[in-house]
């Protein structure tokens, strides 16, 4: 989920004439704080005592990655159990066996009672012994794949006590340690944060949206340290706030390398009108 905020301004005073997102009237200029491109608080649904946190502070984390899991270990012996029995063939390999022998003995049987050298009775009973070796088996049958989805059950309720990285990111914050006991009513586990592609979100005078349009690349530059890029209007906001008749625009600004820090403040150089 994309967690997007709105324009800190700090010690910027608002002159008579000036709105939100602009410095001043004449120069036009807009500063804005960057923040993560996409923000999530991870925790776990359900109660239970945290087993392993396998992150640290800061870590980058690839998408999928284990961060974190409660203690599931007897969980863990029943997906062994469920994955062993749904393995072994040994019950349906008899059962298959039981059939052949009895679809064998059956055969026999009916020829020779095409001769009239068996009786009605045997042969009877040997029809009804390879039904029962046929349902026999199908029963084996059905319990290898009952077992095989007990393991599926098993292996989503581990996973359900599993926290993994949903983006590839950087972990901001760790709120719980190994061992603590959590619930979902507790708040967070873990912060995770992607930065690999930053937002710039300000309100600006409605009368500057004209020519802005999604797309369009403006440069930005840091107030307090040497580094400029260039950042794409990704949302121009349809609604202007009648209160202080400013509308909402969200650039995105491309980290890969990450040269860009995440809560400094650009100068966003928009076009004029």
């Known amino acids: 989920m994309n967690a997007r905020f709105l324009l800190i301004f700090a010690g910027i005073s ?7 997102g602009s410095t001043s009237p004449e ?3 807009i500063v804005g704080v960057t923040e993560p491109g996409e923000q999530i608080e991870l925790s776990f649904p359900e109660s239970g005592v945290i087993r392993r946190i396998d992150v640290k502070e800061g870590e980058a984390v690839k998408e999928g990655q284990l961060l974190a899991q409660l203690d599931c270990r007897v969980l863990e012996a029943q997906f062994e159990i469920a994955k062993m029995r749904a393995a072994s063939t040994a019950a349906v390999q008899s059962a298959s066996a039981s059939v052949e022998m009895r679809a064998k003995r059956l055969s026999q049987l009916q020829a020779l009672a095409e001769n009239d050298r068996a009786n009605s009775d045997e042969l009877s009973r040997a029809k009804a012994e390879h039904e029962i070796a046929l349902a026999d088996l199908q029963l084996a049958r059905e319990a290898a794949f ?12 581990i ?6 990285a949903p983006f590839d990111g950087v972990v901001a914050r760790i709120y719980r340690e190994n061992s603590a006991s959590v619930s979902p009513q507790e708040g967070p586990v873990i912060s995770l944060v992607s930065l690999g592609e ?5 309100h600006i005078d409605h009368r500057r949206l004209d020519g802005l349009a999604t797309g369009i690349e403006v440069p930005v530059h840091a107030l307090d340290r040497p580094v400029s890029g260039k950042a794409t209007i990704a949302f121009v906001s349809p609604v202007v706030d009648a209160s202080s008749g400013t509308a909402r625009l969200r650039l995105t600004l491309p980290n890969a390398g990450g040269e860009h820090l995440s809560g400094v403040k650009y100068r966003i150089d928009l076009p004029r009108p």
């Open 14 to 20: 608002l002159l008579p004439g000036m709105v939100p």
């Open 27 to 29: 120069n036009g200029d």
């Open 146 to 157: 009952e077992a095989e989805a007990e393991a599926r059950q098993i292996e989503a309720q």
């Open 159 to 164: 996973e359900t006590r599993t926290l993994r």
């Open 198 to 202: 930053l937002d710039l979100v300000v």
